[in-house]
């Protein structure tokens, strides 16, 4: 993680497009934030999107915008998220679930640096420095022609690869002891502790939802515990 945070930092003074890989629940968002923040971009928007939650008929429009009448509905103008993110950072997370027809009209943003609204005929420029995320294998996507080669070229300039939690368990104690503190705190609740029991229990479990499971099974840990100062219990045990 040392060596990815030297690198994180290397590269955000960079305008260079970085692809994020890892397992759901490592931070890949949170290592796209860190990105822009000490970016030159700093004071300009980050532009969160999850590809995978937007229905295919509608991320096109979502991206690049549209004018009135593009389609049915479309009663007036609207800037699209890269457009939203002019002078700033795009992240694009789950970008392995977009579809082809899309990538190709994002291929052609990366490489001009113009985007052109649903039903427009002219182009607009922008400045947007983009990051992208995915958990899938897309070299085996590109080989079964699900994602386009170029484009992931064009993304992987610069690729950070995440440990899943059970590589760096190390960190686990770590982290557990933030998000108690934080926790805690947010729930008016300063001081507590976890008892060796439930440390222990931690630290050998596997994590399969990664930093996002650990996070939310110590928040569990916050709401039900009936102690004072420690919480004994962190979850069900799998």
Known sequence: ???????????????STV????????GKELVARALHLQSRRAAGPFVPVNVGAIPETLIESELFGYVRGAFSGAVGERRGLIEEADHGTLFLDEIGEMSVTVQVKLLRTLESNEVRRLGDNSTRLVD??????TNRDLHADVAQGRFREDLFYRLNVVQIELPPLRARREDIGLLASYFL??????????????????????ERYDYPGNVRELENAVEH???????RRSCRRICRRP
Request: glycine letters at 6%; charged letters at 25%; a negative charge.
């Open 1 to 15: 993680m040392q060596r990815i945070f030297r690198l994180v930092t290397k590269v955000a003074a960079t305008d």
């Open 221 to 227: 840990a916050v709401a039900i515990t009936e102690e």
């Open 128 to 133: 947007v420095r983009v990051v992208a995320a």
């Open 181 to 202: 503190d934080r926790d805690s705190a947010r729930a008016g609740r300063p001081g507590l502790e976890f008892s060796p029991e439930a440390q222990a229990l931690l």
């Open 19 to 26: 692809l994020i890989l890892g397992e759901s629940g490592t």
